[in-house]
Structure formats: structure tokens, C-alpha cells
């Protein structure tokens, strides 16, 4: 049934929208490889307007790599979402004083999630539920875009450097957390610049939220670097603001993009949920 299928640019950086798929019924396999496909080839995928329960966006999840088995919530939202495998609330909601998801407030500095880890997040899925009526956009950085922008030298100088990322559970910016052996904290060696599985094509992949230094550079040497690639990875043409609308379920490729959150009032409730594709092996 692929012929109704409308496939779209988000943005002139990165990212595709889809229309003409129902994602509250079994994809046929057909359209699974073309949403495959057009991820791959978009590092984003944006779907509107479908409501979407958590069995939903796990079946959508798994067209894609495993999704994450964990159970992650808090106390969960109306009752339903902490029997879901590895659904993961990010909101500003409290009940009797308690979040009743993760990164809740506020700002978050560019990261890719499960950088921290051994084994990183293939890719993330988010699915909006309470938005904001000002900010909250999640910004996307195309590190694939960054890393040829480079120059030559540079591209030399970095190609086979390590980096070691460090992340505290829902810290948004880096100065929350600054040593390895402080409690519920994650870190992970990695190359700074990876080639995607897929496509082939070289990523930088480091982040101001995570990557804390390269491995065995001198400290200020590093951090002149990372200062340098950071501001670089950000650079706004290379980025793309996701401006959410009720609804909207992404899913993008965190081994090539990074994302960060903008503000947003702590007075308004903001809720998405999110589930992550677990396997990254390179
Ligand atoms: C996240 O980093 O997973 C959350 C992004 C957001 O809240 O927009």
C-alpha cells in the first residue's frame, strides 16, 4: 500500500515527514522498508497527528532495532505508561511534589542519547502528549553536515581520536555533573568520529552535554579542541528546530544527529513520550 505513502523534507538540514501511514495497526513489509529506507536516508522521521498509544509507538519502535526493555518511568501518567516496555516519560509534571518523568525542566544541552553508554541508542522515538504554548523545541544537529564542513587538516587531525563521555541521570547541562565517580552517573570511551553503519558516511559524535575529553590529550589541548568541535557541531546551519505539535511522533538516528531542548515555562506542562531503539554495535 505504499502508493498513498507522501514522503516530504522537514527541513532543508535533515529529516523527512511522512503521511498516508496508520501507526495504530501492523505495518505491512512493504512500508516498513520504505520507512526504513527513508530513515536512513533522513536521519529523522516526523509522523503528525495520529494518536498514538505506548503499544503503538513500541511496535513503531521495533521496525527499527530492538527497543529498550527497560522499565523506566516514575510513577507514570494515568496509570498506563509504566507497563510498557521501555517507555521512558520526559516531562515537567509533578504529583504530590514527585516528576513523574525524567529531564523535566527547562534547557538541555546538545547530546546523543546513550552516548554514555558502551553500546549507544541506535535511535530515539518521541511522541508528544501536553506541549508548551512557548519553546520546548527540540533542536536537531546534523553532525554528518559538520564533520565534512571541516577541513582537511582538521579532518586528519581527528579521524582516530577517542573520547570519553560522561553523563549524570537527568543533568541537562555538563557543569551538573564533573566526575566519574559521583552517584548515578555513566560514562563510555568512543570514537570522536564514527561512520554510520548504514550509510557509510563519517559523524562527528561528541557533545557539549556529554564528551569531557579526549583520550590521553593533555587537558588544555582537549578542551581548545572539544570548545572548537562543539561550537562547530552547532553551528546553525547546521541545525534544524523541531517545533512540536500535539501529536507528533519522531524517531531520528542518534549516530549522526545531536539534539537539545530550548527553554520553556515552568509554569506550562510539557509530556512526551519517549522509547529508544537499544543495539548500536560498531
Ligand atoms: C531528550 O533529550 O531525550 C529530550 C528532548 C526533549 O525534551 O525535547
Redesign the pocket.
Known amino acids: 500500500m505504499t502508493g498513498t505513502i507522501d514522503i516530504r523534507p522537514l527541513s532543508d538540514v535533515v529529516g523527512a515527514i511522512v503521511e498516508g501511514v496508520d501507526l495504530t495497526r501492523p505495518l505491512d513489509d512493504t512500508t516498513a522498508d520504505l520507512l526504513r529506507d527513508t530513515f536512513s536516508r533522513n536521519s529523522i522521521l516526523c509522523i503528525r497527528g495520529q494518536q498514538l498509544a505506548a503499544s503503538d509507538q513500541i511496535r513503531f519502535g521495533d521496525l527499527f532495532g530492538p527497543v529498550d526493555s527497560g522499565f523506566r518511568v516514575r510513577s507514570g501518567y494515568g496509570g498506563q505508561e509504566t507497563r510498557n516496555r521501555g517507555v521512558m516519560l520526559?516531562s515537567n509534571i509533578r504529583k504530590n511534589g514527585e516528576q513523574i518523568g525524567?529531564?523535566p525542566d527547562g534547557e538541555?544541552q546538545f547530546?546523543s542519547?546513550g552516548a554514555h553508554r558502551d553500546i549507544p541508542y541506535a535511535a530515539?522515538t518521541?511522541y508528544a502528549i501536553k506541549l508548551p504554548s512557548v519553546g520546548?523545541?527540540?533542536l536537531f544537529a546534523n553532525l554528518a553536515m559538520a564533520y565534512d564542513a571541516l577541513d582537511d587538516d582538521t579532518k586528519n587531525r581527528i579521524d582516530e581520536l577517542q573520547v570519553r563521555n560522561l553523563y549524570g541521570y537527568d543533568d541537562t547541562f555538563r557543569e551538573e555533573t564533573t566526575e566519574e565517580t559521583e552517584p548515578n552517573t555513566s560514562a563510555a570511551t568512543h570514537n570522536l568520529v564514527k561512520t554510520h553503519p548504514v550509510t557509510g558516511r563519517k559523524s562527528l559524535y561528541l557533545s557539549r552535554l556529554m564528551t569531557r575529553h579526549v583520550v590521553g590529550m593533555d587537558r588544555g589541548e582537549s578542551d581548545d579542541l572539544l570548545n572548537i568541535l562543539f561550537d562547530h557541531a552547532e553551528r546553525t546551519e547546521f541545525v534544524y528546530a523541531?517545533k512540536?505539535l500535539m501529536n507528533d511522533l519522531l524517531i531520528w538516528d542518534n549516530r549522526c544527529l545531536n539534539?537539545?531542548?530550548t527553554d520553556f515555562p515552568g509554569s506550562e506542562e510539557?509530556l512526551?513520550r519517549?522509547l529508544t531503539i537499544t543495539e548500536w554495535h560498531d
Open positions: 520526559v525524567s529531564l538541555m547530546h542519547d530515539t518521541l520546548g523545541d527540540t523541531h512540536w539534539h537539545a531542548r510539557r512526551l519517549r
